[in-house]
């Protein structure tokens, strides 16, 4: 069964400074792998996904991950963040699973980080 | 583009009432998915639909959730009766494809109290 561990539930930050959000994941085989976003009162949106083609991967507002196999790891960073950017962040896997006849990917959450940013 | 539509975006209701959510997925998208998500156990899938029809439910909680899609541009939750432990966000997404490698695109979500 997949699943998904997010190392910290809480990152605090300052204001030009990187940001680093830990995930490890646990999946059958090859998975897909995401990041969402969720700021207050608001839906998810994309970060950025992996999907078996480059590992290291860039996504919007200038975040990337870069999936390690090896370490079953796949690791959230920005250079410099800004104080848009605190919001609670999702690590998600996706496996292909049957059910009902027909398969799907189907999508499991890690519990989220919420990142702060100080002035 | 619209993005997924959910409404309303806030419900409060009393225990035993009937609640109905609602959802109107991305034009073209023919996977739609509901999610629960609450403080213990996060997000967690409760349906999926795919072509207008349900093809993994095993996520609804009890007898009292039932979810519909009478065509490919609507959906609806609805929980009766509602009790205090319902009382989550609950988010509508969609895709195109639905496989492994496909993105879901997540509506607002309706927060929901019940009393």
């Known amino acids: 069964a997949q699943s998904v561990t997010q190392l910290d539930s809480h990152v605090s930050v300052s204001e030009g400074t990187p940001v680093l959000l830990r995930c490890n994941y646990s999946?059958?085989?090859?998975?897909?792998l995401f990041w969402y976003v969720q700021h207050p009162n608001k839906g998810l949106q994309l970060l950025l996904k992996?999907?078996?083609?480059?590992?290291l991967v860039k996504g919007i507002n200038g975040f990337e991950a870069e999936f390690k196999k090896s370490e079953t790891s796949f690791h959230l960073t920005k250079p410099s963040a800004h104080m848009s950017d605190a919001a609670e962040y999702f690590c998600?896997?996706?496996?292909?699973?049957?059910?009902?006849?027909?398969?799907?990917?189907?999508?499991?959450f890690g519990q989220g980080t919420i990142l702060t940013v100080h002035p | 583009d619209a993005g997924v539509i959910q409404s309303p975006r806030h419900e409060v209701t009393e225990m035993g009432q009937e609640v109905t959510l609602r959802c109107k997925p991305i034009?073209?998208?023919?996977?739609l998915f509901w999610y629960r998500q609450t403080m213990m156990r996060g997000l967690e899938l409760l349906i999926y639909?795919?072509?207008?029809?349900?093809?993994?439910d095993s996520g609804m909680p009890e007898d009292r959730f039932s979810a519909k899609m009478p065509n490919a541009s609507f959906s609806t939750l609805k929980i009766q009766p509602s009790e205090p432990r319902d009382s989550a966000v609950y988010f509508c997404?969609?895709?195109?494809?639905?496989?492994?490698?496909?993105?879901?695109?997540f509506g607002p979500g309706t927060r929901l109290t019940v009393l």
């Open positions: 992996y999907t078996s083609a480059a590992t």
């Open positions: 639909f795919n072509n207008n029809v349900p093809i993994d």
């Open positions: 997404a969609s895709s195109s494809l639905a496989v492994r490698t496909d993105t879901q695109y």
């Open positions: 034009s073209g998208h023919n996977s």
């Open positions: 999946s059958s085989y090859s998975p897909s």
């Open positions: 998600v896997v996706s496996d292909q699973i049957n059910a009902g006849g027909t398969s799907y990917g189907k999508l499991t």
